[in-house]
């Protein structure tokens, strides 16, 4: 029986990825809003790329960071609307309501 441990340590580094990446999103909006998806778009872009170019599970964990990146581009726009429902703060860049600057 064959044990192939790097296909454990490709699901520890997506594990990792996600965990990472997730607080990413919710402090780049908070300081940038969404107009900083162009950022996530060029990283995912490059990881893309280097995917393609590198072989193995080298290869692999830069395809796994560029589905992610990508995915934080719609997770922009999400934590967007999560925040106008009030579930987080919301950073200088929204507009106030009530027009007051507090």
Not at 9 to 35: Q, R, S, T
Not at 45 to 70: D, E, P, W, Y
Request: charged share 20%; glycine share 8%.
């Amino acid at each position: 029986m064959n044990f192939y441990i790097e296909n454990i340590v490709l699901g520890v580094f997506l594990f990792f990825i996600i965990g990472i990446f997730h607080p990413i999103v919710i402090k780049a909006e908070y300081y940038f809003g969404k107009k900083i998806w162009p950022v996530f778009f060029a990283a995912g872009l490059a990881a893309l790329i280097a995917s393609l170019l590198i072989q193995g599970n080298a290869g692999r964990m830069f395809a796994v960071l560029s589905c992610t990146l990508f995915w934080c581009i719609k997770e922009l726009y999400e934590q967007e609307e999560r925040v106008k429902k009030g579930w987080f703060p919301a950073g200088r860049h929204h507009k106030k309501d009530n027009g007051s600057d507090r």
